[in-house]
């Protein structure tokens, strides 16, 4: 399956964003998908996972409560809402086909083995 991530832009401290994370060439209800984010100068961190029948999700604690992570047949979003400047990255989201969803293991980006590409956001302040 691939992956093609969408919908970063430009928003204003406190604003929302929904970040889409598209997959084709095969089922993706099959896979447990995972948010991560890379800042300038700063090593890529986990945002979010979600498992393969969404019933299951893990979150950064900075992002609790702000951001979810949900998805339908064939995507997985990233709804962030009351983002702040702190939030801006390149967002990449990860998929890897699994029964279920191991919490430590979906913390690791070299732990998926489906990689799209970047979508930046940018929150102003």
């Known amino acids: 399956v691939q992956l093609q991530a969408s919908g970063g832009g430009l928003v204003q401290a406190g604003g929302s964003l929904r970040l889409s994370c598209a997959a084709s060439?095969?089922?993706?209800?099959?896979?447990?998908v995972g948010w991560f984010r890379q800042a300038p100068g700063k090593e890529r961190e986990f945002v979010a996972s979600?498992?393969?029948?969404?019933?299951y999700t893990y979150y950064l604690d900075s992002v609790k409560g702000r951001f979810t992570i949900f998805r339908d047949k064939s995507t997985v979003y990233l709804q962030m809402n009351s983002l702040k400047p702190e939030d801006t990255a390149v967002y990449y989201c990860?998929?890897?086909?699994?029964?279920?969803?191991?919490?430590?293991?979906?913390?690791?980006?070299?732990?998926?083995?489906?990689r799209g590409q970047g979508t930046q956001v940018t929150v102003s302040s």
């Open positions: 979600i498992s393969k029948n969404g019933g």
């Open positions: 990860a998929a890897r086909s699994l029964f279920a969803l191991p919490q430590a293991s979906s913390l690791n980006w070299d732990w998926y083995d489906r």
């Open positions: 060439g095969g089922t993706f209800s099959t896979y447990i």
